[in-house]
Nanobody, 128 residues
Framework: QVHLVESGGGSVQAGGSLRLSCVAS????????MGWFRQAPGKEREGVAG??????TTYADSVKGRFAISQDNANSLALRMNSLQPEDTAMYYC???????????????????????WGQGTQVTVSS
């Protein structure tokens, strides 16, 4: 099981940007399915963005055009977040799994994917 550590969260005003990073304890590039999730207080965890081992990405409709997931290097996953809004406030988690990724290239399939490695989370707070 790979160990994941997120960083980069913080407090910004609406319209601002943040870049989250998820560093893995081993190389995950093209070997692991990777994803970013978030959970706001009182709400269920939701999938934000995912990247398959072939580099295919998928996004939640609420973040399309604003967020970008990328594998920065062999063991680092990034989530670039622009035009942040108060509704983006949540704890953000990265997840990894070394198996064939979700069959359907949809956020629903990514969100239901049985990830077994999770980071501890990084808090993002957006004020209006």
């Amino acid at each position: 099981q790979v160990h994941l550590v997120e960083s980069g969260g913080g407090s910004v005003q609406a319209g601002g940007s943040l870049r989250l990073s998820c560093v893995a304890s081993m190389s995950t590039y093209r070997r692991y399915c990777m994803g970013w999730f978030r959970q706001a207080p009182g709400k269920e965890r939701e999938g934000v963005a995912g990247i398959s081992t072939d580099g295919t990405t998928t996004y939640a409709d609420s973040v399309k055009g604003r967020f970008a997931i990328s594998q920065d290097n062999a063991n680092s996953l990034a989530l670039r977040m622009n035009s942040l809004q108060p509704e983006d406030t949540a704890m953000y988690y990265c997840a990894a799994e070394p198996r064939p990724c979700w069959a359907e290239r949809t956020i629903a399939a990514m969100s239901a994917f049985p990830f077994t490695s999770w980071g501890q989370g990084t808090q993002v707070t957006v004020s209006s």
